[in-house]
């Protein structure tokens, strides 16, 4: 497990984070369709936190997008780098995250988040965040739809719905079992809607959350415990 120290110069209040959101919402490409869906590597990310013990770990687990086999992980445990502010999540994770990518031994190719992109108040969530610092393609796919409204996607498998924020499109309510709750789908970085949602269903061939998430959420919740023990 890598050990991670917070940045030398990382945002200390919410002014300072939102200062740094407006400069690199700037460098997000919107304009390319991504890598091709079951091809290349896949890795998913996600965090857990003892906030009592001022811990956050992060996981980066590494599939082969054809076969969703695993084929490296890595975990990063350090200090809480930021305090809990809703919109402003991503400065609490991303040390740990890109230290965990960093600790791979292969390149993650396409990388899936356990959250948002444009479907951010600010259109500025983890998924693009991580995307602009590492230059990689990222997706976010998240459990709820944070504040956005959408229309109840159709019961079968593949079914969507636009996640809207007043007229505009940030995601999509993406069914990704025949009628299970669906996921809610943002682009992250230098990856279009529909393959952000067609990635989303080649990872998610018998649950309802993508492989890349169920196994980097089990990794970085093994993580914690023994960093806690």
């Known amino acids: 497990m890598t050990t991670v120290r917070i940045p030398a110069g990382w945002p200390a209040t919410e002014e300072q984070a939102r200062l740094v959101q407006d400069e690199l919402r700037e460098r997000v490409v919107l304009d390319e369709p991504g890598p091709p869906?079951?091809?290349?590597?896949?890795?998913?990310?996600?965090?857990?936190?003892?906030?009592?013990?001022?811990?956050?770990?992060?996981?980066?687990?590494?599939l082969d997008a054809a076969t969703l086999e695993v084929v490296?992980?890595?975990?990063?445990?350090?200090?809480?780098?930021?305090?809990?502010?809703?919109?402003?999540l991503a400065f609490r994770e991303i040390p740990a995250v890109l230290a965990a990518l960093d600790a791979l031994p292969c390149p993650p190719g396409l990388v899936v988040c356990d959250g948002y992109g444009l479907a951010h108040?600010?259109?500025?969530?983890?998924?693009?965040?991580?995307?602009?610092?590492?230059?990689?393609?990222v997706i976010g796919v998240a459990k709820n739809p944070f504040t956005f409204s959408?229309?109840?996607?159709?019961?079968?498998?593949?079914?969507?719905?636009?996640?809207?924020?007043?007229?505009?499109?940030?995601?999509?309510?993406?069914?990704?079992?025949?009628?299970?709750?669906?996921?809610?789908?943002?682009?992250?970085?230098?990856?279009?809607?529909?393959?952000?949602?067609?990635?989303?269903?080649?990872?998610?061939?018998?649950?309802?959350?993508?492989?890349?998430?169920?196994?980097?959420?089990?990794?970085?919740r093994r993580a914690l415990q023994e960093a806690t023990a």
């Open 150 to 220: 959408y229309e109840e996607p159709g019961v079968r498998r593949g079914s969507a719905s636009p996640l809207l924020a007043g007229t505009d499109e940030v995601g999509r309510a993406l069914r990704t079992q025949d009628g299970i709750k669906p996921v809610f789908v943002s682009v992250g970085h230098r990856v279009d809607l529909d393959n952000a949602c067609a990635h989303t269903l080649a990872l998610s061939p018998k649950y309802r959350l993508p492989e890349s998430t169920r196994r980097a959420d089990s990794l970085c």
């Open 121 to 137: 108040p600010r259109r500025f969530g983890l998924a693009s965040h991580l995307g602009v610092l590492t230059g990689l393609p």
């Open 37 to 62: 869906p079951g091809t290349g590597r896949v890795t998913g990310v996600d965090v857990a936190y003892d906030d009592e013990r001022d811990v956050v770990v992060a996981a980066a687990v590494v």
């Open 72 to 88: 490296a992980e890595a975990t990063a445990v350090g200090r809480v780098s930021f305090p809990y502010v809703p919109g402003l």
